[in-house]
């Protein structure tokens, strides 16, 4: 018995020190996957300050292959558009992968030494390109993009291989990140499933100046606060351009060598003709990494959506581009004119904003339905008719409401912002014969001439006023609690938003954030900040409150502003930048554009282009 409780022990102790052994070398490589993991974030962040030098700065100029878009040496498939119309052709998109398609058939093996290179071939991004090749086992890629400018970092990232733990034997890719109108060496990096690397080859190409004229280096400036830049690109919707000034006074001069005088209305035109618009993504250091062509409109936002990015890409249409940048669909909007900005609701459906064309047709008053599936549109809300007691009380204006945010708060459930109007709408029954107006968040002085829309105008209370009522068990009837109070007027707990941008919402509905540009018509007094504002509605007591509030730089018309965990991204449309600041609002880095910011967001593109 005495043996057997001994032998019990000492395996109890050998058991326990295997357990100790094999904690510590799990904490080991728990520590080292943590290293290698901030040591990846770190090689993201695209700063000159985090890189200890170029990647081609050791690289042997005998080991570099060339690459050309054109000449006698010209080994890349380049394929032509003319405008922005054609790229959002899916015909002729589709062309363009059989193209591809039809060169891997003609050559069995593409290699890494000798792989199958195109420039843009879709004509989705002009800082892009295409390869393909395959390998003898399986493994990942990795690829930095690297130019010979000091003031520019390499740009690094991990691609995702189709396959299993992101490993594979054939693969396709888009490289973004290209610089525009320089020399652009790639450098990529073939990994194993064992984390070595097996395999490295650099090629150099000329990439053409930018397209549209987009800036290649914004003006940057870093700010006080010591907390370090979130990873990702900046995605900039602009305000649209005007390129190639001097066209105009060649027209001028050709009109006025005829004998024509070149009035307002022809210069107007000529500007128009020539306005260019694309969806541009800066990196940390403010160096354009993608530039994505529009056909003359103005997109507000984009999104991943099955697996592909849908935007706007022209007046009456819709895009979707999968991550080797094919437009795999285009979907038309007959009969209006869509504003740019969209929500997807979950199950298919995209909600967007929209005018009826025609003269007298009120501007962005309308929401329209879109399923990607069938690419059938509908019309699911008109709010001349919905709003109908304050449409007639501005006599018919075309820009009485103006629409610019919606956002889907669950089935057939809308928040919808107007900038006209300073107010935020819940409606539900969204797309029935009867749809529902459930509250409205606005001043109330907005609605006060309206007798049956002022009793959807939610009331305001603060933290404070609930706590209070909690506490205090009121012993007075109504009535003279009444005659106490009587001629009193409760203070202003907050001041309502003004002329927002931007509305976003949680799933239900009931948490809702914004830009609150304070500015408008509607404003009672003159204020030098714009406010990111968050709203808590409760619809059973048909109250709102502020959770959350942060004073900006102003900006008196467009602009949005996220907050995401210990950070804020801004973008103040009215001077043209945008910044990334810390919870206190403390700024981290700015960045200045000339070609103007309508909106910024951020996004890491992990799962799409990157892993």
């Known amino acids: ?118 420039y843009n071939p879709y004509g989705t991004n002009y800082c892009s390109m295409y390869v393909y090749f395959n390998t003898d086992g399986n493994c990942y890629c990795k690829y930095t993009i ?160 099955y697996d592909g990015i849908v935007y706007p890409c022209a007046d009456n249409k819709f895009a979707m581009v999968n991550s080797l940048g094919q437009v795999t669909k285009v979907y038309s909007v007959n009969g209006y004119r869509q504003d740019g900005e969209f929500a997807y609701d979950g199950f298919g459906n995209i909600y967007f904003i929209a005018t009826a064309l025609g003269r007298k047709a009120t501007r962005n008053s309308k929401i329209m339905g879109l399923e990607l599936e069938t690419g059938n549109v509908s019309l699911e809300l008109d709010f001349d008719s919905l709003l109908s007691e304050m449409y007639n009380k501005f006599g018919k204006k ?29 409606v539900s029954n969204v797309g029935s014969i009867i749809p529902k107006l459930d509250y409205i968040i606005a001043d109330k002085e907005i609605w006060k001439k309206c007798k049956k829309l002022k009793k959807k105008v939610l009331k305001k209370y603060s933290k404070e006023e609930e706590e209070q009522a909690d506490a205090e068990a009121t012993e007075e009837p109504d009535s003279i609690d009444a005659i106490l109070n009587e001629g009193k007027k409760k203070p202003d707990p907050f001041r309502s938003q003004y002329n927002q941008n931007a509305i976003t919402c949680n799933s239900s509905g009931n948490v809702i954030t914004m830009l609150n540009n304070n500015s408008g018509k509607y404003a009672k007094r003159a204020n030098n900040n714009s406010y990111y504002y968050q709203f ?10 502020v959770t959350a509030k942060k004073a900006f730089e102003k900006t008196s018309d467009y602009g949005n502003i996220i907050k995401d965990k210990n950070l804020y991204i801004y973008c103040c449309s009215s001077k043209n930048k945008f910044m990334e600041t810390d919870a206190t609002g403390k700024l981290i880095k700015s960045f200045k554009t000339s070609d103007g910011a309508y909106r910024v967001y951020k996004n890491d593109w992990k799962n799409f282009w990157f892993y």
């Open 1 to 118: 018995m005495k043996k057997k409780l001994i032998t019990a022990l000492l395996t109890s102790v050998v058991m326990l020190a295997a357990m100790g052994i094999f904690v510590w070398k799990m904490s080991g490589i728990s520590d080292k996957l943590s290293s290698e993991d901030k040591a990846k974030i770190e090689e993201e962040k695209d700063l000159l300050e985090n890189q200890s030098g170029k990647a081609i700065d050791n690289v042997n100029p005998i080991d570099i292959k060339n690459l050309y878009l054109s000449g006698k040496r010209k080994n890349v498939v380049t394929i032509n558009y003319k405008s922005p119309k054609d790229v959002y052709n899916q015909a002729k998109s589709a062309r363009a992968e059989e193209t591809l398609t039809n060169i891997k058939k003609k050559l069995k093996e593409y290699t890494p030494e000798d792989a199958l290179w195109a």
């Open 146 to 305: 690297s130019v010979k400018d000091k003031k520019i970092p390499d740009f690094t990232r991990t691609l995702i291989a189709d396959g299993s733990e992101n490993v594979a034997t054939e693969h396709e890719y888009q490289l973004i990140g290209l610089v525009p109108g320089m020399k652009n060496y790639i450098t990529l990096k073939l990994y194993n499933k064992q984390e070595k690397l097996s395999k490295q080859l650099v090629y150099s190409v000329d990439i053409p100046k930018s397209s549209t004229g987009m800036q290649t280096r914004l003006a940057a400036v870093n700010g006080r606060s010591k907390q370090e830049i979130s990873n990702g690109l900046y995605t900039v919707f602009g305000k649209g351009r005007t390129v190639n000034k001097k066209s105009v006074k060649v027209i001028t001069k050709k009109i006025n060598k005829n004998g024509k005088k070149t009035t307002k209305k022809i210069k107007k035109t000529v500007n128009r003709k020539i306005k260019k618009y694309a969806i541009a993504m800066y990196d940390n250091s403010g160096v354009l990494r993608s530039e994505m062509p529009l056909d003359g409109h103005m997109a507000k936002n984009m999104q991943v959506i």
């Open 398 to 426: 075309t820009n009485w409401i103006d629409i610019n945010s919606v956002q889907v708060c669950g089935t057939n459930k809308l928040i919808i912002g107007s900038k006209s109007l300073s107010s935020i709408f819940k």
């Open 536 to 545: 808590k509605v409760n619809e059973s007591a048909k109250n709102y409150r």
